[in-house]
Structures are given as structure tokens and as C-alpha cells.
């Protein structure tokens, strides 16, 4: 098992930029995917980016060019930058990591753009 531990989401204006982490409870180099979800209001939860164990990133097309994923592997942590926000980026935003083992869940943090 692992446990995922997201952190760094807060409120800020549009246009503005947060960069989330995800701490991992164990090592992150065997796990295939990492990757970051969010819900928004009255919306189910949907992908933001994700990247693979190799380096391959895959971006929903909301976020494509403003957002950046990375992963540490010698760190165990994961982390979106996320640049010039948009209010439609209101969301919780979750980490996740898909092993061969099982797929795991953050608790999720909160991030609002408003002005």
C-alpha cells in the first residue's frame, strides 16, 4: 500500500499560480502512473495530468500549457505547477498512483480561484 499526501492549495486571483506536492509513503519508482484529479462544484471528478514512471505526461486539454507535472522519484513526490489559473480551476485536487499493486487516493486540497 501507499499513502499519498497532497499539500500546497490555498486561494488565489485569476491569473495567478500554485504549485500543489504529493508526498508518497513509500518509494514512487516502481509505480507506473502518478498522477493529479480534481472535483469541481457540482462536478465529478476528472483527470488534470498524469506521468509515468518513464517520464510521459499526459495533460487534459483544460490545462494544457498552463499546468506541469513532475515526479521525483528519489524524493517520492509528485507536483503540479500550475500557472495562469482560471476560476473553472476551482477544484479539490487529488493525487493518485496506479501500481500493479492497486490504485490509491489522496485525501485531497482545496484550491479556489476568485478574484
Known amino acids: 500500500q501507499v499513502q499519498l499526501a497532497e499539500s500546497g492549495g490555498g486561494s488565489v486571483q485569476p491569473g495567478g499560480s500554485l504549485r500543489l506536492s504529493c508526498a508518497a509513503s513509500r518509494n514512487i519508482y516502481r509505480i507506473n502512473t502518478m498522477g493529479w484529479y480534481r472535483q469541481g462544484p457540482g462536478k465529478e471528478r476528472e483527470l488534470v495530468a498524469t506521468i509515468t514512471r518513464d517520464g510521459l505526461r499526459n495533460y487534459a486539454d483544460s490545462v494544457k500549457g498552463r499546468f506541469a507535472i513532475s515526479r521525483d522519484n528519489a524524493e517520492n513526490t509528485v507536483t503540479l505547477q500550475m500557472n495562469s489559473l482560471k476560476p473553472e480551476d476551482t477544484a479539490v485536487y487529488y493525487c493518485?498512483?496506479?501500481?500493479?499493486?492497486?490504485?490509491?487516493w489522496g485525501k485531497g486540497t482545496l484550491v479556489t480561484v476568485s478574484p
Open positions: 493518485n498512483a496506479r501500481a500493479t499493486y492497486g490504485t490509491y
